[in-house]
Antibody
Framework: QVQLVQSGAEVKKPGASVKVSCKAS????????IHWVRQAPGQGLEWLGW????????NYAQKFQGRVTMTRDTSVNTAYMELSRLRSDDTAVYYC????????????WGQGTMVTVSS | DIQMTQSPSTLSASVGDRVTIACRAS??????LAWYQQKSGKAPKLLIY???TLESGVPSRFSGSGAGTEFTLTISSLQPDDFATYYC????????FGQGTKVGIK
């Protein structure tokens, strides 16, 4: 079945970087953009950006430009999101999603990766 | 950036009730709007895209309407499995979410 499986929880210190992976299966990885969204504890959903797995092209939300880097490895059908210069307010669950086959809403979601930033 | 505002932020309802959630965009987004359901500790689930198109496998008691700046999600007869938080999302220009509407038991 179509699914996205993310890497496990991370605990980082302020100022460090974190890299989260998102492995796709059940479909052609290079056919659909992968997006990243985060959710702070008890809060709403915040979009970080997307990557085109075919070309490697990216588009980041302005708020995260300069701190986020999205990459992919087509040999293992995996997308990555790296966030640098972490702060305590980056503590959140980070999700990857696939856009739908004929629209740009998110039809498949990863299970989420908890990133905790604490000294 | 396009801002999305949902109302109400919380609502209490009973099984069998008709429930309506509103979503307003800060500028016209045509029909490029989606609705998601999220249960505690889980990833959101796509319910509706393009304002009114039901995602495959989603029960027909869910429906969406609207265009431009005003949108509505309706649950025709609330079921026990529907108690959750609902988010609207625009994808006309980048992607942004509403703040969410929590549907609780009355």
């Amino acid at each position: 079945q179509v699914q996205l499986v993310q890497s496990g929880a991370e605990v980082k210190k302020p100022g460090a970087s974190v890299k989260v992976s998102c492995k796709a299966s059940g479909y052609s990885f290079t056919d659909y953009n992968i997006h990243w969204v985060r959710q702070a504890p008890g809060q709403g959903l915040e979009w970080l950006g997307w990557i085109n797995p075919d070309s490697g092209g990216t588009n980041y939300a302005q708020k995260f430009q300069g701190r986020v880097t999205m990459t992919r490895d087509t040999s293992v059908n995996t997308a990555y999101m790296e966030l640098s210069r972490l702060r305590s307010d980056d503590t959140a669950v980070y999700y990857c999603e696939r856009v739908g086959p004929d629209h740009d809403a998110f039809d498949i979601w990863g299970q989420g990766t908890m990133v905790t930033v604490s000294s | 950036d396009i801002q999305m505002t949902q109302s109400p932020s919380t609502l209490s309802a009973s099984v069998g009730d008709r429930v309506t959630i509103a979503c307003r965009a800060s500028q016209s987004i045509s029909v490029w709007l989606a609705w998601y359901q999220q249960k505690s500790g889980k990833a959101p689930k796509l319910l509706i895209y393009k304002a009114s198109t039901l995602e495959s496998g989603v029960p027909s008691r869910f429906s969406g309407s609207g265009a431009g700046t005003e949108f509505t999600l309706t649950i025709s007869s609330l079921q026990p499995d529907d108690f959750a938080t609902y988010y609207c999302q625009q994808y006309y220009s980048q992607w942004t979410f509403g703040q969410g509407t929590k549907v609780g038991i009355k």
